[in-house]
T-cell receptor
């Protein structure tokens, strides 16, 4: 079965430190990959996406992610976080075929401390 | 900017009531989706629609139905609300294979 695993449910980090949020998926078919962010009491906002081409993808708010096909991973990184980055982050994968439904990971809560 | 709106941010209903959650998008998107979000489970797809009057079951359709009479509007219906349907409900729309755009969510409490 196709699945998405976010390896950390919570990530505490100090302000200005680097952060990596990990995402792995299981699939033998082509995929599209997404990271969404959810701020408190809001809907989801797209941070970045991988559809094809360069495996290093840059998104909004200084975030980037790298698609690693051999390890079936799509980890999200930021070199220096701010308090305002405190939010929940969701990795999502769209598998080819059918109606390209999105499968979401369980989410990672990033808590940035001063 | 794409805008997806949901009729209520917070809703409190009693067990057994019929509940309607409305979603409207303003970008003429073909595809619309309803998810529920629960802590530790991420988002789970309830139903989606790829065109007017067309619908497909998602991963957890039991206890829910949907209606799409117009392209811009997608309604989620709880025929007889139960306490285990207390959750955050998120609507999304998408143009073909591109990313999904989400509404702000409706937090439903069933007492």
């Amino acid at each position: 079965a196709q699945s998405v695993t976010q390896l950390d449910s919570q990530v505490p980090v100090f302000e200005e430190a680097p952060v990596e949020l990990r995402c792995n998926y299981s699939s033998s078919v082509s995929v599209y990959l997404f990271w969404y962010v959810q701020y408190p009491n809001q809907g989801l906002q797209l941070l970045l996406k991988y559809l094809s081409g360069s495996t290093l993808v840059k998104g909004i708010n200084g975030f980037e992610a790298e698609f690693n096909k051999s390890q079936t991973s799509f980890h999200l990184r930021k070199p220096s976080v701010h308090i305002s980055d405190t939010a929940e982050y969701f990795c999502a994968v769209s598998f080819s075929g059918g109606y390209n439904k999105l499968i979401f990971g369980a989410g990672t809560r990033l808590a940035v401390h001063p | 900017d794409v805008k997806v709106t949901q009729s209520s941010r917070y809703l409190v209903k009693r067990t057994g009531e019929k509940v309607f959650l409305e979603c409207v998008q303003d970008m003429d998107h073909e595809n619309m989706f309803w998810y529920r979000q629960d802590p530790g489970l991420g988002l789970r797809l309830i139903y989606f629609s790829y065109d007017v009057k067309m619908k497909e079951k998602g991963d957890i359709p039991e206890g829910y139905s949907v209606s799409r009479e117009k392209k811009e509007r997608f309604s989620l219906i709880l025929e007889s609300a139960s306490t285990n349907q207390t959750s955050m409900y998120l609507c999304a729309s998408r143009y073909r294979d591109y990313e999904q755009f989400f509404g702000p969510g409706t937090r439903l409490t069933v007492l």
